[in-house]
């Protein structure tokens, strides 16, 4: 078992350094107890590389925040993708991140940053960036619902990150929404990610354009159609886009009206590069959960866009370092 080193942890850090790890991009940022960004880096992550290697990349841009920073840091946070072994500090192979199998990340940073860590995944981080400086303040009951190349989620339950039994609660993209649809990734099939994503709208977009060849979606190459592709068909009032966007609307409806019954929260916060498409998304989809979810569990639930988009990652590794503190309702 990997035995993590015992250090010192301030009760109430000001200040906490907050590394946000994605198969793409390394992101590190100081930020203050209030969700203040002071000062942030990134860079590629390079993955191909290997874990030792984006290692060397993350301590290398945390070593130039902390020689600047004008302010005590108390605590690190990390929001990566999973999945995860945070009980012991273990990246366990994610897809985006190969080689990276049951890698003591927790570990590594903490003999090298001298400071306790803190790891979640960087959907849960999301969630409790929202829950505490974003727009699911003032709640404690909050489903946070990213959007973007997948879908996943996190639950806040009576002011509490929700993990469940092994720290995988929250795969809210796997609520199944059509029983006989289109296989998923995970294995199941009909899967709310499988409809909903960037990624999956653009996949029904191809094969539309392919069909029609008279759509404004047919235009773009199939290669390069993509969900801004369908958002700007939608703007020009292409029936065919429109058509899919329906379809789209009516299954993330049925996702977030299980949700809503399922959990009965206050607030379903929508993140991700689906809240682009802004006037579209919001209304009509508010409608249709309400033609769907148990009137009595709907009855004072919002449903509203993320407060944070460029900075989601930092803010929600800071505040996994922040929860020990503010995880506890006022």
């Not at 060397?56 to 005590?72: G, K, Q, Y």
């Not at 929260?265 to 409608?287: A, K, Q, S, W």
């Amino acid at each position: 078992m990997t035995t993590l080193p015992t250090l010192p942890l301030e009760a109430t850090p000001r200040h906490v350094l907050a590394i946000d790890i994605g198969g793409t991009k390394l992101a590190v940022g100081i930020v203050a107890e209030t969700g203040e960004l002071i000062d942030s880096v990134r860079t590629p992550t390079h993955a191909e590389q290997g874990p030792d290697k984006v290692l060397e990349r993350i301590l290398d841009l945390s070593h130039s925040l902390l020689r600047r920073s004008p302010v005590s840091i108390g605590r690190v946070g990390v929001g990566c993708g999973g999945p995860l072994d945070t009980r012991r500090g273990l990246i366990q192979n994610p897809p985006n991140l190969p080689g990276w199998i049951d890698y003591p990340l927790v570990r590594r940073l903490q003999e090298s940053l001298a400071l306790p860590v803190a790891l979640d995944n960087d959907a849960n981080a999301a969630a409790l960036a929202e829950f505490h400086f974003g727009a699911g303040q003032g709640t404690r009951h909050m489903v946070y619902l990213t959007i973007s190349t997948g879908v996943g989620g996190g639950l806040i339950l009576n002011g509490e990150l929700y993990r469940g039994k092994r720290g995988n609660a929250g795969e809210l993209g796997h609520i199944q929404v059509k029983y006989d649809g289109d296989p998923c990734n995970c294995g199941g099939r009909g899967c709310l990610e499988g409809y909903a994503s960037g990624t999956n709208i653009a996949r029904r977009a191809r094969d539309l354009a392919a069909l029609h060849p008279e759509s404004v979606l047919a235009r773009t190459s199939q290669a390069h159609i993509t969900a801004q592709t369908v958002l700007a068909a939608l703007r020009a009032g292409d029936a065919v886009a429109w058509h899919l966007w329906n379809d789209t609307l009516d299954l993330l409806a049925a996702g977030v009206a299980s949700i809503v019954n399922a959990f009965d929260p206050e607030r379903v916060v929508i993140g991700g590069g689906i809240t682009n498409f802004g006037d579209l998304l919001f209304p009509p989809l508010r409608e249709r959960v309400a033609q769907r979810a148990m009137p009595a569990l709907l009855s004072g639930v919002d449903i509203c866009p993320a407060a944070f988009a460029e900075h989601v990652g930092i803010l929600g590794a800071a505040a996994v370092a922040f929860r020990e503190r503010v995880g506890v309702v006022r």
